[in-house]
């Protein structure tokens, strides 16, 4: 069963239809015509999958490998391409079952191509440096190599995305992190990290923009080396090329 699968970007959303009803969009819309516009492509594939049934089975409990869009639910749409490869028929998940709709692909964005963004990789014993990767959950745990913990712990809509498990698991410590008005360790980071754009407005996380980048980069700039001093851990910069020179 050749399928394509469509979700609403919330983002673009604003007649807050996502996750309603077929009578509830149309009520909130004001008009019967589905949105094209709001809705971004996820999947393009061949399933296994006999009925429309079926394939709301598969999205909810067998995903695909790499698929990155949400659970199958109201108010997706689901396109089905006939055997003979020119004829299609576009389909409502609905509160009950699937209903057909008329609706424009071709004014849909393509998240399957439109996923990455741009971030801070932060490593121990190395200067930050900015990386392209996919925005999806399998690739941050890729980058953090184990399962993501967000932490938001400044003011500007940023996210620190660490190994949630990074200190359990004995991971090098990083980089400390300061409280921003008493200035003084309220963490460290343990592992790599990524620091990511995480507009509040947004569901998705968005490349850094330029001024946050640089912000950032220099914010952590400089490894830093952890020492218990009277009590107290310590964290003592130093300069990896130099320690490179000295050995």
């Known amino acids: 069963m050749k399928i394509k699968i469509y979700q609403i970007d919330v983002d673009r959303d604003e007649d807050d239809v996502a996750f309603a009803s077929l009578d509830e969009t149309i009520m909130r819309q004001g008009e019967s015509r589905i949105n094209s516009e709001i809705y971004d492509k996820v999947f393009d594939g061949d399933v296994d999958c006999e009925t429309l049934e079926d394939v709301y089975t598969k999205f909810n409990i067998d995903l695909p490998t790499g698929y990155r869009g949400r659970s199958l639910s109201k108010s997706d749409i689901v396109e089905v391409e006939n055997k003979n490869g020119v004829e299609r028929s576009f389909w409502f998940c609905d509160s009950f079952g699937f209903a057909e709709v008329g609706f424009e692909p071709e004014l849909t964005q393509d998240a399957i191509k439109g996923t990455m963004i741009s ?10 440096r900015m990386v392209e990767i996919d925005r999806g959950l399998e690739s941050l745990q890729e980058q953090v190599e184990g399962d993501i913990e967000q932490y938001s712990p400044f003011y500007d809509e940023v996210s620190v995305i660490c190994n949630d498990e990074g200190k359990m698991r004995g991971m090098t410590l990083n980089r400390a992190i300061y409280d921003e008005d008493s200035h003084q360790m309220v963490d460290i980071i343990a592992g790599k990290f990524l620091v990511v754009y995480a507009p509040s407005a947004s569901e998705h996380y968005q490349s850094l923009p330029p001024e946050l980048a640089d912000k950032y980069a220099k914010k952590f700039k400089q490894p830093e080396k952890f020492f218990k001093m009277n009590g ?12 490179r020179d000295d050995r």
């Open 119 to 128: 971030v801070l990789l932060v490593e121990p014993g190395k200067y930050p």
């Open 232 to 243: 107290e851990i310590i964290a003592v910069p130093f300069d990896p090329k130099k320690s």
